[in-house]
């Protein structure tokens, strides 16, 4: 069961970030603005607001596993719809299709991890399920690169993948090939949950949805929004700048967006991901508030080295955000968590509502973009970063995070 968790964690990724890496042939093959490019992403992350507070209803009510199967079925059928028909008015409903499974399974399967590898391990778990989410996020562009160059190549016939993808995909439109792995991949999780027998979830406090009448206590507080806010911008910050990364090196220092363009998505996966060990280490050593602080300064110092350096600098400093941005979420996360002494269930589908800046920030850079150029666009994200190294300043837990300091003079308190 563990195993399958983690599983979906990978298919997860897989779906979910690939349409960074797809903006340029969007643009390209539909013939959009740059805002109507970043809708397709809203229609996605639009979804994980509407979906993650009641998914926890749900879950509460019918069990993981029947909700995990709807979830996986609504991803299959969004990604078929979109596999059969890839237009531009398909792609809007498909992807928020996609993107309703997607916010339930997040909802459903860290409880379930728990449980099946046992409380005691779920640190570690959890740790190594960011890791295989991430190494899905690097690993997507990559598929998507090889579709795109080799899909309309003569003597792809030969590869009987290429080939069977060549007949389903029109040809003048390679990229949405991906989109059939994507039918492929969450139709086989179906039949593998539908097989499973799963454990019996007690959900901690901390996992339950909630009432209504928590929900209404927490949104009475302005700390509850403040957090909301940040957690709504750190998204923003992520899908902001991986959503324009490939199309600003196309625009601006003529990069392939197939190849290097995809490349370098890639590679601000593949650091945030790494970046989260690193982060692991520092919140050992320094108050999370602090370290905030400092990766939020070096994002925002990477962030005016990508739009304005050279060529060669820019595709550095794009994916070294990143690695900055890495720790972002957690410490967002756990400093609004720990600043409540209650309702922590109803606090945390809150703050994932807050995904939906994903959906937001994306779309007002292509907005910016369209009038002022993409530079101008991206440049937004000074204001997402600054909201986000702002909770470093103002943020009073209620719980700091332990480090080795903390620990050494509570040692020699108790002596």
């Known amino acids: 069961m563990v195993g399958v968790v983690f599983l979906t964690f990978f298919v997860m990724s897989l779906v979910t970030n690939i349409l960074n890496s797809l903006i340029p042939d969007i643009i390209s093959s539909y013939s959009v603005t740059l805002a109507a490019a970043a809708f397709l992403n809203f229609a996605f992350f639009i979804a994980y607001g509407v979906m993650s507070i009641p998914a926890g209803f749900w879950v509460e009510r019918f069990t993981e596993k029947p909700v995990m199967i709807v979830a996986f079925v609504a991803a299959t059928a969004g990604a078929l719809s979109f596999a059969l028909h890839p237009s531009y008015s398909a792609a809007l409903p498909s992807f928020f299709v996609i993107g309703t499974g997607m916010a339930t399974l997040q909802v459903a399967i860290n409880p379930l991890l728990r449980v099946a590898g046992g409380e005691e391990h779920f640190a570690f778990n959890s740790a190594f399920a960011q890791l295989i989410f991430g190494s899905a996020s690097f690993i997507s562009p990559h598929i998507y690169s090889y579709l795109v160059e080799n899909l309309n190549r ?199 509502t807050g995904i939906m800046g994903g959906a937001v920030v994306p779309v007002i850079i292509g907005r910016i973009g369209d009038h002022f150029g993409l530079r101008s666009g991206v440049s937004f994200l000074y204001l997402t970063f600054a909201c986000v190294l702002s909770v470093g300043f103002w943020a009073r837990p209620l719980i700091a995070n332990a480090t080795l300091s903390l620990r050494k003079a509570e040692t020699e308190v108790s002596r």
């Open 154 to 352: 003569p003597g792809s016939q030969t590869n009987p993948l290429l080939a069977i993808l060549g007949r389903l995909t029109p040809a003048a439109l390679p990229w949405a090939s991906i989109y059939w792995i994507f039918v492929v991949s969450t139709a086989l999780m179906v039949v593998l949950l539908a097989f499973l027998q799963f454990p019996k979830v007690e959900r901690t406090a901390d996992e339950s949805a909630g009432s209504l009448q928590m929900y209404t206590s927490l949104l009475r507080r302005p700390m509850v929004w403040a957090f909301f806010l940040a957690v709504f911008a750190y998204v923003g910050c992520e899908q902001g700048t991986a959503n324009w990364i490939s199309k600003f090196l196309s625009v601006y220092h003529g990069y392939d967006p197939h190849t290097t363009g995809a490349s370098a998505v890639s590679w601000f996966w593949g650091l945030l991901t790494a970046g989260c060990f690193v982060g692991m280490g520092l919140l050992k050593l320094f108050d999370s508030r602090k370290v905030l602080i400092g990766t939020s300064v070096g994002a925002l110092l990477c962030l005016t080295a990508a739009l304005f350096g050279p060529a060669r600098v820019s595709l550095i400093a794009f994916p070294a955000i990143g690695l900055f941005a890495s720790v972002m979420w957690p410490i967002l996360v756990s400093l609004g968590l720990n600043s409540a002494a209650e309702h922590h269930g109803p606090f945390a589908g809150i703050l994932s």
